[in-house]
């Protein structure tokens, strides 16, 4: 059974930076697409970026564009989400989620396994 384990929330300041991590265990991830999605309180889960098997494309919502970096070591096995200038709004449990379909990657349906979450609190 695979199972994804998400680190790196906290709670940090507007304006301060995080880097999440997401590392599977029970699987390769290197075939896979991996995304991050998230959902702030009250909410339903949304996309947040995506990034292709081989990290040729990747894919942002457009409220973190230019803000938030997604990347994969393939060697490392390990998917990350560096987030930048942090606002309130990005308040949110954050998933890791591996997508053996590779396509369609700005929706959750396009992914099937799911990490179970990091908590990400930015203060104003």
């Known amino acids: 059974q695979v199972k994804l384990v998400e680190s790196g929330g906290g709670l940090v300041q507007t304006g301060e930076s995080l880097r999440l991590s997401c590392v599977p265990s029970?699987?390769?991830?290197?075939?896979?697409?991996m995304g991050w999605f998230r959902q702030a309180p009250g909410k339903e889960r949304t996309f947040v970026a995506s990034?292709?098997?081989?990290?040729?494309?990747?894919y942002y919502h457009d409220s973190v564009k230019g803000r938030f970096t997604i990347s994969r070591d393939v060697g490392k096995n390990t998917l990350y989400l560096q987030m930048d200038s942090l606002k309130p709004d990005d308040t949110a449990v954050y998933y890791c989620?591996?997508?053996?379909?590779?396509?369609?990657?700005?929706?959750?349906?396009?992914?099937?396994?799911w990490g179970q979450g990091t908590r990400v609190t930015v203060s104003s």
């Open positions: 029970g699987r390769n991830f290197s075939g896979d697409a």
């Open positions: 990034i292709t098997w081989n990290s040729f494309l990747r």
């Open positions: 989620a591996g997508s053996t379909k590779n396509r369609n990657l700005k929706s959750s349906e396009a992914f099937d396994y």
